[in-house]
């Protein structure tokens, strides 16, 4: 059994070649791969693809990574131009997408908090009679936070928009 698997997250192409006489698994990438893409691959190749064809039914069993095959290169290219974008990476894109606006409005929501603490307790600062470089400080504390608050959402809020009237005469 040969077939050829595509990993579109990092962008690699291998052929698996399965024989079930020796109940061997050997593969081929289109290119060297790092540690991290190996694992992938073999932890693919262990996990879906040898339960699929039986290499667990039989002892002994090899399981070999033969190295780069440079036919893959080609085989990958007219893969390229030929198909469409697989819907595997298509729902990969969605999901990283889905994951960067859970983020974001994480840390929108993060930064927003933060800044109604700093907000709460520049107010029992002025209130317990605070001297000038506190206030300075709790400015540049509330200034940051209200900076990183407008990466995240998008908005262009000024220190003087989100503090309450009484509070802003004492910047």
């Known amino acids: 059994m040969n077939e050829l698997l595509y990993f579109s997250s990092v962008d690699l192409l291998i052929r ?11 593969y081929w990438t289109n290119r060297q791969t790092d540690a991290s893409e190996r694992r992938l691959v073999e ?3 262990l996990s879906e693809f040898a339960a699929r064809v039986g290499y667990y039914d039989r002892a002994p069993s090899l399981f070999i990574c033969m190295g780069t095959d440079s036919q893959l290169n080609s ?13 595997e ?5 969605h999901v990283e997408a889905e994951v960067k606006a859970v ?7 993060y930064y927003f908090e933060r ?3 700093e907000i709460l307790a ?7 009679g605070a001297d000038s470089e506190c206030i300075r400080d709790a400015k540049v504390r509330m200034s940051q936070l209200l900076g990183a608050y407008n990466l995240y959402s998008g908005q262009r809020l000024a220190l003087s928009e989100v503090l309450p009237t009484d509070l802003r005469d004492y910047l």
């Open 75 to 87: 085989e990958l290219d007219t893969k390229r131009i030929h198909e469409p974008p697989s819907e």
């Open 103 to 109: 983020i974001t409005e994480s840390m929108k929501e």
């Open 115 to 117: 800044l109604g603490e």
């Open 16 to 26: 698996v070649d399965y024989s079930p006489e020796t109940n061997a698994l050997r």
């Open 43 to 45: 932890q693919y190749l």
């Open 122 to 128: 520049f107010r029992r600062q002025i209130e317990q």
């Open 89 to 93: 990476a298509s729902r990969e894109q």
